[in-house]
């Protein structure tokens, strides 16, 4: 018996997932962390000297996550990325930034305790984020995906963080150039813990840069992907004239 065009065609398409949406794109640019297994290096910056950084195994979005406590001693703390998301980060230009927060108090000081990307040049990027859901455990986690480019709403060197609070005051809007040059040479990026006037947690999970594939590496994946259709229809239809198995 000849196999059904169903069959054929089914293994045609799980190929083609795993290319346009597996590993090959993958490799155009992914950098991480899941916390599935340690806190992977983070640490929290600015911190008041009681606050703490604790890691779960279960409990994110899902496996493990780190999770901020806060002594509210009046510091503004903050989750502090790794060394392996610092450094020259160019090829993340026009891609994306994602993480997941979990908080369990209403976000009262968002505004001041916004995104932040340091740049080696002294400058800065800045973005207040919406406020995460409030939860107790088990967590509510909140989704962000922040475009590395200038329709994402960054301030370019919006002021300093005072301990207390950043101050956005007196940046401007950031262009194409102006993010290019702090992802040029990142030296710092802070993602915002302290977002209550008071006492809270606040959980991290699933971090991550990515760039975009070239051009090129979409057009060699869809040519490919139109070829192994192709290639299959003529298989189904010789095996069906043939009446043999493919």
């Not at 000297?49 to 009046?74: H, K």
């Not at 392996?84 to 980060?89: C, H, R, T, V």
């Not at 993480?99 to 976000?107: G, I, S, T």
């Not at 194409?176 to 990026?189: K, Q």
Request: hydrophobic share 40%; with cysteine.
């Amino acid at each position: 018996m000849f196999k059904s065009a169903p069959s054929i065609y089914a293994r045609a398409i799980g190929v083609i997932v795993l290319l346009l949406g597996g590993g090959t794109v993958a490799s155009a640019g992914v950098v991480v962390s899941n916390f599935n297994s340690t806190a992977e290096s983070w640490t929290l910056g600015d911190s008041d000297p009681s606050s703490s950084l604790t890691y779960f195994a279960t409990g994110g979005n899902p496996g493990g996550y780190i999770l901020f406590t806060d002594a509210a001693q009046g510091n503004n703390d903050v989750f502090s990325a790794p060394a392996k998301f610092l450094g020259n980060d160019s090829s993340f230009m026009g891609g994306t930034m994602s993480f997941d927060l979990a908080h369990n108090e209403p976000a009262d000081d968002i505004t001041i305790s916004p995104l932040v990307i340091f740049g080696g040049t002294g400058d800065t990027l800045s973005l207040i984020i919406a406020a995460p859901a409030t939860s107790s455990n088990p967590y509510t986690w909140t989704s962000y995906n922040i475009g590395l480019n200038s329709s994402a709403g960054f301030v370019f060197d919006g002021g300093t963080n005072s301990g207390s609070g950043f101050n956005l005051s007196g940046g401007t809007a950031a262009t194409p150039g102006d993010i290019s040059v702090v992802l040029g040479n990142v030296t710092a990026i802070y993602v915002p813990a302290d977002m209550h006037n008071g006492t809270e947690v606040t959980g991290l999970d699933n971090f991550a840069l990515a760039s975009v594939p070239e051009p090129s590496t979409w057009g060699v994946l869809a040519g490919g992907a139109v070829a192994l259709l192709a290639f299959c229809r003529r298989r189904f239809s010789n095996s069906k004239q043939g009446g043999l198995g493919a």
